[in-house]
């Protein structure tokens, strides 16, 4: 496989599984206001917070409300990170890549994207959250698409790879809303509307059911050790890096040199500290600097997959055998 034509599948990947993520925020804080009662927290600067681009916001929006923050993370042409231009984006990278994909699997993507762009030209549109939960299912669909009828060979280990890593950023993201959210409430930590806050949170990886059948009530430790740490539910940080590893390892399997690139040994590093960190150190250190570390560390594997993997791309070698 070509390295642009890896980079490619890659960024499709993460584009479309950013998209996604944007939507969950979205969804689950315009049910949590509905729910909280008035001015107890201001549910919307925290999401742009997360996003590391306040300067960014602030000088185009200046204080961010409801419909500020829609426009940001959803519909904004300029923002690179906005729901529609990751799928512009993914929806260009998978033209690139066509004969890659299963025909099914691009028509989803364009039927995505033409859903969320013409939302975007369309401002009496109501944005509430049906309508992104409907993008979430959307994204659902195309996973299952993708699953269903595309091989599971080196090109769709390269879009799980970039799907996981981005998933596993925005579930760790996820918690940074309710570090700040906590920080503004400090006197609401342990009452009725801490434990909404955590369900909601819960609700936007869509682990709340699955958290229920192992935990009878809403406990800190117990909610960051899920979203952290559990072996087993999808969209957990451990679960990720776990199969972005698996998906790694497939890679290296099929590339010519036939060793474990510096990439494969940075995931195996966070998947092993992962593996043995206890919830009660993240909380005694600070979540905030735990998620803020898990950033970087996620973010400095994406730029060695880059040294490792794409270098290539402009001058294109065949580097990688399916």
Known sequence: MLSRVAESIYWMGRQIERAENHARFLEVTLNLILDQPENL?????????????????????????QE?????????????HSMVTCLRAARENARGV???????????????????????????????????????????????????????????????LGRMLERADKTSRILDVKYFNLLLSVEHVGTAIDDLQWSALLLAISGFEAYRRDHHSIDLNNVVRFFLFHRAFPRSVLHCVASAGWSLDEIDKASLQGTQR?????????????????????????????????????????????????????????????
């Open 41 to 65: 927290v201001d549910p919307w600067d925290p999401l742009v917070r997360v996003t590391g681009d306040e300067e960014w916001f602030k000088k185009k929006y200046g204080l961010p409300n």
């Open 98 to 160: 066509r004969e890659k994909l299963s025909s099914e699997a691009f028509e989803q993507i364009n039927e995505f994207y033409h859903f969320v762009n013409d939302a975007s030209c369309n401002e009496s549109l109501d944005r509430n959250s049906q309508f992104f939960d409907e993008i979430r299912k959307q994204t659902l669909l195309w996973s299952g698409i993708l699953t269903s009828t595309m091989a599971q060979d080196t090109g769709w280990h390269f879009a799980n």
């Open 262 to 322: 510096a990439s494969s040994k940075q995931v195996d590093a966070l998947k092993h500290r992962l593996s043995f960190t206890e919830v009660e150190e993240v909380l005694a250190g600070g979540m905030h600097e735990f998620v803020d570390g898990l950033q970087q560390e996620l973010n400095a594997i994406g730029d060695t997959l880059g040294q490792d993997y794409f270098q290539a791309a402009a001058t294109t070698s065949v580097t990688l055998t399916d």
């Open 68 to 80: 500020t923050v829609v426009q940001f993370l959803a519909f904004d042409e300029e923002y690179p």
